[in-house]
């Protein structure tokens, strides 16, 4: 009987241990927002894959974010382009075409609709308003790619026209999103990548004003859903 006993609470135990370390997405996805909240700035290195049909971009840079919804994108690859946000407006600086797109930020627009804006707590805060959300596989976090992530696949809620399908790979130990994919149903498929991260390093606030370039052409509401 005391054997009996013994193995009965060592199950009961390794039970209870499996039930503390048992993680459910709700959790992670919790978890991310408050991490996220709680940064005053992080920078990483980023690379960028577009593919449309048989085309691909690619490009690369630094991307630097603030509290308050500040976003900076220095592009490498195209070297000039230019992603910055103080917060009420995005400005996208393309190069090549010597243009500046001008977006205005409101609340009720910020849906997480465009992968940079999975990038500040507020575009992840929707992010997840606007998707269900599930882990890919039961075990989580796992390895995959040469790295140990929790994985979340993301699908979109109402039709929109935009990515309606996005997988999240989230470091266990920041649960800061290191890389994610999107599709489109118009055949549309993005990789947005992050690496070297540095949490709250001490970041000049002028990287979060943009200085519209010489000669450059202002377009204004430019951006699609995509």
Known sequence: MTRKIIILATALTSAAHAADTFVHPSDVARTMQSKFKSLKAYQADFSLSIKDLNKTRVSSGVAT????????????????????????????YVSRLK??????????????????????AEGLSNLFRRYHYRFDKPEQPREVEGGKYFILDLKEKEITGGYDKITLFVQPETYLIQKMRATSPSGRSVELTFSNIKLNPQIDPKLFQFKDP????????????E
């Open 65 to 92: 974010y603030g509290e308050g919804g500040k976003l900076n994108f220095t592009f490498s690859q195209p070297a000039g382009d230019l992603i910055v946000s103080n917060g009420q407006t995005l400005f996208v």
């Open 214 to 225: 010489d000669n450059a052409k202002i377009v204004d509401n430019p951006l699609t859903t």
């Open 99 to 120: 243009a500046v797109g001008k977006q205005p930020l409101k609340t009720k627009d910020k849906d997480g609709k465009s992968l940079y804006s999975a990038g500040t």
